[in-house]
């Protein structure tokens, strides 16, 4: 095993391997299960059981490498948004060189993702920056492109500088990460204080925190908890981390519950025509964001 944090790629095939995962996890009939019930403990054994091996050191990396440094790290790195500028269809390209060669089917995996979630939110008749947030979601996995490795773009999030919840998944991996044995961060609270609000958090770093800054000038509050916390299934699926929540997350994380089954159960539906929704789409981008965005 391999613990070089810089390696760039990973262990897993590719970024999908994880969000496949996550459907293992949660699956699509068993969604409203939350309440931590018999049947959705027997739900996890199963899972924890039949991880693949490359998930599972993918998570290894990713509870080992994800300290409070790292993160305030990454924000200063990237968090002046002077990378690289680019529009929907350069955006949408440059993602696409993500390309996972080993698997034939999928030739636009990150494309067709990105469609068939804002599709999906169309064909419900949601309103149009809920279709747009479908559609730039994972834009932050561009990440990748600058060289981050699969560890710091993709995985659930959680909050650093405090106490790791059990809810986050294989959290004993935890105790390899050299917070663990920083006794201020280990509290409940940790560098915190009650009811501070998500927003004063830090968050692990990757793809949710990283667009949320990109655009959460343009869109509205509903649409910046989708796309921020998108990853973090320990509040949004499991309600952990309360003490720490305000009146607002426990109003807006209802909005990341609405979002997350577009984002995990859209993938086999039918392959959406790029040609045929590149006007509506260009449209809607105009309608919220300028021709580019700074990422
Ligand atoms: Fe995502
Ligand atoms: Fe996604």
């Known amino acids: 095993m391999i613990d070089d944090p810089n390696s760039n790629s990973g ?4 970024l999908e391997q994880w969000e496949d995962d996550l459907r293992r996890r949660y699956p699509e009939n068993i969604q409203q299960l939350t309440d931590g019930s018999e049947k959705q403990v027997e739900q996890f054994r199963d899972y924890a059981a039949a991880v693949k091996p490359e998930v599972r050191e993918f998570y290894r990396l990713n509870h080992r490498f994800q300290t409070l440094e790292f993160v305030r790290q990454k924000r200063q790195d990237y968090l002046s948004l002077n990378k690289r500028k680019m529009g929907l269809w350069d955006g ?3 993602l696409n060189t993500l390309i996972d060669d080993s698997d034939p089917d999928t030739s636009l995996p990150q494309i067709e993702h990105l469609l068939q979630t804002a599709e999906a939110i169309r064909r419900d008749g949601h309103p149009r920056w809920f279709v747009l947030t479908g559609l730039i979601h ?3 996995k561009v990440l990748c492109l600058f060289g981050e490795p699969q560890w710091a773009v993709v995985g659930d999030t959680f909050p650093v500088g405090c106490r790791y919840s059990d809810k986050v998944v294989f959290s004993e991996f935890f105790a390899d990460n050299p917070d663990s044995q920083v006794p201020e961060y280990q509290t409940e609270l940790g560098i915190y204080e ?4 998500l927003d004063h958090v830090l968050m692990s770093w990757g793809h949710d925190e990283y667009m949320y800054h990109v655009v959460k000038d343009f869109l509205p ?5 989708m796309i921020r916390y998108h990853s973090f299934y320990a509040a949004h699926r499991e309600f952990a981390y ?4 305000n009146e607002q997350d426990r109003h807006y994380l209802r909005y990341v519950r609405q979002f997350n089954p577009y984002d995990l159960y859209t993938k086999a539906a039918v392959r959406p025509n790029i040609h045929e929704l590149r006007s509506y789409y260009e449209d809607l981008w105009t309608e919220f ?7």
Do not use: I, M, N, S
């Open 11 to 14: 262990p897993l095939h590719d």
């Open 92 to 94: 949408l390209e440059f």
């Open 138 to 140: 994972d834009f932050g």
């Open 194 to 197: 009650a009811g501070c609000g």
């Open 221 to 225: 509050l509903e649409a910046l908890y």
């Open 242 to 245: 309360q003490p720490l929540w």
């Open 289 to 295: 964001f300028p021709d580019q965005l700074a990422f």
